[in-house]
């Protein structure tokens, strides 16, 4: 047994996942249990311990000084996502966490949410509200930006793009939906099916922290219906490639939406490893635009760290 791992012992724990984006979620509302890199590095461990693309920590946000910066201005966030990659490091975000991590609140009778109700969830990209719905959860992901506005606007692109399976470096654009992306656009489905990420893909020039890399592949047509159409993989920054990126799916939604041009729907739908989720673009009450993600949100087991 991992030391990390006993120190955990009589800790119970959940596992889910969004479109196969998998989590350990833990329930910490007091902000008293120490969650080290290493100890995350342990539970996420697909042999020696539970194995997950990362590791939630449900608190009350006035119990951790993240959360109680945030209640300042949203004292409506009562629960703080604490979101950790697999390896260890802390992340802004996680738009399949979220949905996870609002269905393990309810499952654990911490929160009680109906069909259509709103919970404001705080997490290191700020509030975001996650809304109930008939397929899982809707979130309001907030506003976006470009990382790199100059480039995005003068060239359409920013940085290039070098993975094992591409025999060329790509042209790419990076958004941050909270936490940071680049994406790729491919050319057909062989180069999608046969992308290698097993190394994490090369972005020069890179975004201060690193960014989550995505390969999109547009449907073709793109748009049938209204509704736009993308294929995507993904290759996480401290997770290595997942089956699904919910802020993945939204970055890449809008890149390609940049690249089609005027015309181009504010529906999207993304198809990922695990599933699909849908990307809505729409005008908030701020006069922003916001991006508004859905998906399921699925427990597969509830356990106890022996
Ligand atoms: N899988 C998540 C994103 C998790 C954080 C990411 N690896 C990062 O470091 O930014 C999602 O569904 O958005």
Redesign the pocket.
């Known amino acids: 047994m991992n030391a990390e791992l006993l120190n955990w012992s009589g800790q119970v724990f959940s596992k889910g996942h969004?479109t196969g984006?998998d989590f350990v979620l833990i329930a910490d509302p007091a902000g008293e249990q120490e969650l080290s890199a290493s100890a995350v590095v342990a539970i996420c461990d697909r042999r020696l311990g539970i194995g997950a693309?990362?590791v939630i920590r449900a608190v009350k946000s006035s119990n951790l000084a993240e959360g109680r910066a945030l209640t300042e201005t949203a004292p409506e966030a009562e629960w703080f996502m604490d979101?950790r990659?697999s390896d260890g490091?802390i992340?802004?975000?996680?738009?399949?966490?979220v949905r996870v991590f609002v269905q393990f609140l309810l499952d654990e009778g911490l929160i009680s949410l109906q069909l259509g109700e709103t919970l404001p969830v705080g997490t290191r990209a700020g509030v975001k509200l996650v809304e109930r719905t008939a397929q899982g959860f809707a979130v309001d992901m907030g506003v976006w930006n470009f990382i790199f506005p100059e480039l995005a606007a003068a060239r359409g692109v920013d940085s290039l793009v070098t993975a094992d399976s591409l025999e060329v470096a790509r042209p790419a654009l990076s958004i941050s939906t909270g936490?940071?992306h680049t994406v790729v656009a491919l050319a057909n489905r062989s180069e999608l099916d046969e992308l290698e990420l097993f190394k994490e893909p090369i972005v020069e020039p890179a975004a201060e922290h690193g960014s989550?890399v995505e390969f999109a592949l547009p449907d073709e047509p793109l748009v049938s219906d209204g509704v736009a159409t993308i294929s995507m993989r993904v290759h996480?920054?401290?997770?290595g490639e997942?089956y699904?990126?919910?802020?993945?799916a939204c970055a890449a939604a809008l890149a390609t939406r940049f690249w089609a041009g005027e015309g181009a729907p504010n529906d999207w739908q993304v198809n990922v490893p695990g599933g699909q989720l849908q990307v809505t673009f729409f005008i908030g009450a701020d006069g922003k635009e916001h991006i508004r993600l859905s998906g399921p949100a699925v427990i597969v087991a509830n356990g106890t760290f022996i």
């Open positions: 969004g984006n693309d990362g979101y990659n490091t992340a802004e975000m996680c738009g399949n966490g936490n940071a989550n996480e920054r401290g997770s997942t699904s990126c919910g802020t993945g």
